[in-house]
């Protein structure tokens, strides 16, 4: 039972952090860091 | 003349990378054709140990995963990172140590494996001394790697880097860690670990090596190059940040789907279950993210080998991504372990998935690395077609084929026992056998095509020498 609920709370925080980190960032800056394969030789 | 070249991309080393990659994927794949043949008529190993199937097997997945695979994924991987990074590959004299010391452990582990050299563990059988060796390579590799992002002139750090990244990190400790030994000599040693425990460090490595080596490396090179080649950036560049970190921390919980109905806990096995379920999220938030992309270039597939190649890829990754999850529920399990089943679904993967993106990667950067068209699109788009009926038509056989001795194996009589002889089983498996030993050819073939097309286009040419570009001020390490 613990170790349920233990894995539990982990797969809640890394849940919450996938979804935190996924938020990050303004459009802008992601549509521009999206560009970058297309806009990386001379 | 050394200040000149530090200003441009090191691609001679993707050139050769990529060289190797095509030689192991003949010779591995070949090996591969052979054994399917030994399934079928037993007496081609001529009564030699060398030729056995037990000997020749991990040859051919050492040779398919650690020669083809490793390779490619460093060939993309270092010409992916220093165009995202806008700088030359960090520390080359110790790349060019990485490519050709890799190649030599690739060979000489091929020659211990055919000589008898086995640590029984599947996909780690090379022993203690090559693990070593392969640890000091593998760390070199990340060296480089992380060196060149280390030195990058443009500050986001693209996502196909921390796919390749989280490839060299996690490849690095489940290696390590399941690799401790105790060596008896110079050809045999015995695992730190014992029964049960030994069982499910192996599948932690054995599956995880399949997440982040033939799933998570391959997917830093979908993030790269489907952009690349289809024009356009990626669909959902958020949708694939939020994949990577869902796909990283789901992966690594779901090794003991290996290990069901044996003498591991039931709750192991059962997050196990939970957590490859779960899994079917970030891999199909890639394969949207790779439809999207491409949905606005598909006239393009009409006419690129590469984008073909890709695409279709990505199918396979879907099918093999939701076959994987299906077949860890345990009452599925119980019809598809120890059968072909898993066999079929390993090559719907490694054939469909792997194979399949690096061709087209391949078909892709070879013209350009050689500043020249590919030598002939028309053996490209034959290879496209005896690839994808290669791999249909041994997924096909081997499904049948599973399902068969999964259905056969569970059928009891009314007095509790086996209906079926298990010599009996295998002995109707003969004609999927030679259906699987068909589709290798073709596979084969294919593949053969490839290495003479790819060969042609760089006979001759010397690597064309690309400079980074200038960095807009809004991309740079100090905006």
């Not at chain 2, 020659?111 to 203690?128: D, H, P």
């Not at chain 2, 289809?230 to 921390?249: E, G, M, Q, T």
């Not at chain 2, 009926?389 to 997924?395: D, E, K, R, S, V």
């Amino acid at each position: 039972m613990f170790i349920f609920l233990g894995d539990m709370l982990v797969m809640a925080f890394m849940i919450g952090l996938a979804i935190w980190l996924g938020s990050r960032g303004t459009k802008e800056a992601l549509d521009r860091t999206s560009r970058i394969p297309l806009e990386d030789e001379d | 003349m050394e200040a000149a070249e530090n200003k441009i991309y090191q691609d001679k080393i993707v050139i050769r990378l990529i060289q190797f990659s095509v030689v192991w994927a003949v010779l591995a794949i070949s090996a591969g054709v052979y054994i399917a043949a030994e399934l079928v008529w037993p007496t081609l190993d001529f009564g030699q140990y060398w030729l056995s199937y037990g000997r020749l097997r991990p040859v051919h997945t050492n040779g398919v995963i650690f020669g083809f695979g490793v390779s490619a994924l460093m060939a993309t991987g270092f010409y992916s990172v220093q165009r995202t990074s806008h700088v030359p590959l960090f520390a080359p004299r110790l790349a060019w140590f990485v490519c050709y010391a890799w190649q030599l452990i690739v060979l000489l582990g091929a020659l211990s494996l055919l000589a008898g050299w086995n640590t029984t563990k599947e996909y780690a059988e090379l022993e203690w001394p090559f693990d070593i060796a392969i640890a000091i390579v593998w760390i070199c590799f990340g060296v480089v790697f992380f060196g060149t992002i280390a030195q990058r002139k443009i500050k986001p750090i693209y996502i196909s880097n921390w796919f390749y990244g989280a490839l060299i990190i996690v490849i690095a400790m489940l290696h390590v860690v399941n690799s401790l030994a105790l060596p008896v000599s110079i050809d045999k040693s015995y695992s730190a670990y014992a029964g049960a425990q030994d069982a499910v460090v192996q599948w932690w490595y054995g599956h995880n090596a399949v997440g982040f080596l033939l799933t998570g490396g391959f997917l830093g090179m979908v993030y790269y190059f489907l952009p690349k080649i289809a024009n356009r950036p990626i669909w959902s560049y958020r949708l694939s940040v939020v994949a990577f970190w869902a796909f990283v921390y789901a992966y690594i919980w779901a090794g003991p789907h290996h290990l069901h109905y044996n003498a591991i806990p039931e709750w192991v096995q059962s997050l196990g279950v939970i957590m490859s379920v779960i899994l079917l999220a970030p891999s199909w938030a890639t394969l949207v993210n790779g439809v999207m992309t491409v949905s606005t270039a598909w006239e393009k597939l009409r006419t690129d080998p590469a984008l073909k190649f890709i695409v279709l890829s990505l199918a396979f990754y879907g099918l093999a991504t939701f076959e994987g999850p299906m077949m860890a529920i345990r009452s599925v399990n119980v019809v598809s372990h120890f059968t072909d089943w898993t066999v079929g679904h390993v090559h719907s993967g490694a054939l469909g998935w792997n194979a399949m993106i690096t061709y087209g990667t391949f078909y892709f950067l070879v013209p350009r690395l050689a500043g020249r068209e590919l030598y002939s699109t028309r053996l490209a788009n034959i290879h496209f077609w005896l690839a994808f009926a290669g791999t249909m038509l041994y997924i096909i056989a081997m499904w049948a084929a599973g399902v068969s001795q999964g259905l056969l194996w569970l059928s009891i009589d009314g007095l509790g026992e086996l209906s079926f002889d298990f010599k009996d089983i295998m002995a109707s498996m003969t004609p999927y056998y030679l259906l699987r030993l068909i589709a290798g050819l073709v596979f084969l073939l294919g593949t053969v095509l490839m290495a003479y097309n790819l060969f042609m286009t760089l006979k001759g040419q010397r690597a064309v020498k690309v400079a980074p570009p200038a960095v807009d001020p809004a991309y740079g390490v100090n905006a």
